[in-house]
């Protein structure tokens, strides 16, 4: 068995930086609180988004304990980038970041200046369980939390929240392209791999952006397709979202209404090994509610993201 994991850590910062912890203390309240639900979950291999300082994620594993492997992409503009903590040894470690091609560049904001890259890279990795290589590929897409020139959070202007709501679904779209490119690589040069996409899609399940994920259409979980098998399964991946139990079925609370924007989806070497009640998201205790000012929870310990986790029999 494998347990794999992700977690969108809410801007995990060494103490004084601009989005980080503003005192000493507080930066020791977060790093004890994320541990805490790391060592009760007790993961083999954990995604991790929203790491603002490779230190920081140091800081982390040690206070989990035990012998972390670590790994993580290039930074965002924000600072901010996705990751991997490990009990199992990583290889084959890199990052996407350009577009695939025949995916043209894309409109980011009210400038001329267009856009062929991911904003957040993903970083792809592989470990090795029981003689089996899995491939896991971490992202943190576009966030639906729109930010407006000058770095506001908010607009009275409808024109320009409509506008800046387009560039950002037009950039989570343009990156799920990307990340599944990544993943269809990996699946069309290996027969029968196993293939994990996971992270913060900053979407839910029925999303048109998370359903790029998925491949060819058809034999999702629940559906009547499901056991039979076809040629897209070479190359489809399998959202575990319907694995979660309903009442657990949300990984962030915006303005008190549940989301699940958190998610794992495999390949088909891997889905037969999921049963129901393997995934969980109910790791962390209390979820806070959130609002559009992503800074709002400055220095507040744990995280506004519950995590996911599953369990893979191999």
Not at 12 to 36: F, I, M, N, R, V
Not at 161 to 179: D, I, K, M
Not at 191 to 198: E, I, K, P
Request: contains cysteine.
């Amino acid at each position: 068995m494998v347990r794999i994991c992700t977690w969108n850590l809410e801007n995990l910062y060494l103490p004084g930086d601009a989005a980080g912890p503003e005192t000493g203390a507080a930066y020791q309240a977060k790093l004890s609180s994320l541990a805490d639900v790391i060592a009760t979950m007790a993961p083999d291999v954990l995604a991790v988004q929203e790491v603002g300082d490779e230190a920081a994620l140091t800081d982390l594993a040690e206070r989990v304990g035990g012998t972390w492997h670590q790994a993580t992409a290039a930074p965002d503009r924000r600072g901010i980038r996705v990751g991997f903590l490990s009990r199992l040894p990583l290889t084959s470690v890199r990052q996407w970041t350009a577009f695939p091609p025949g995916l043209r560049p894309i409109q980011v904001d009210d400038t001329a200046v267009s856009s062929s890259t991911m904003g957040r890279a993903a970083l792809q990795v592989r470990v090795n369980v029981a003689g089996r290589r899995i491939d896991l590929i971490a992202c943190h897409l576009k966030s639906k939390l729109l930010t407006f020139p000058g770095g506001r959070f908010s607009t009275g202007d409808e024109g320009e929240r409509a506008r800046f709501g387009a560039y950002a679904l037009h950039r989570r779209s343009a990156e799920s392209v990307t990340v599944r490119a990544a993943a269809t690589r990996r699946l069309a040069a290996v027969d029968g791999a196993a293939v994990v996409v996971l992270g913060d899609l900053n979407d839910e399940p029925q999303a048109a952006t998370t359903q790029i994920l998925l491949g060819p259409t058809g034999s999702e979980i629940g559906t009547g397709g499901f056991g039979r098998p076809d040629l897209g399964d070479r190359q489809r991946l399998w959202n575990l979202a319907a694995r979660i139990p309903e009442e657990q079925r949300f990984s962030r609370e915006y303005r008190g209404r549940k989301e699940l924007i958190d998610h794992i989806l495999v390949s088909h070497a891997l889905v037969g090994r999921v049963g129901d009640g393997a995934v969980t998201t109910d790791g962390a205790g209390p979820t806070p509610s959130i609002t559009d000012d992503p800074n709002a929870r400055r220095g507040e310990p744990g995280s506004d993201h519950r995590p996911v986790l599953v369990h893979i029999d191999l």
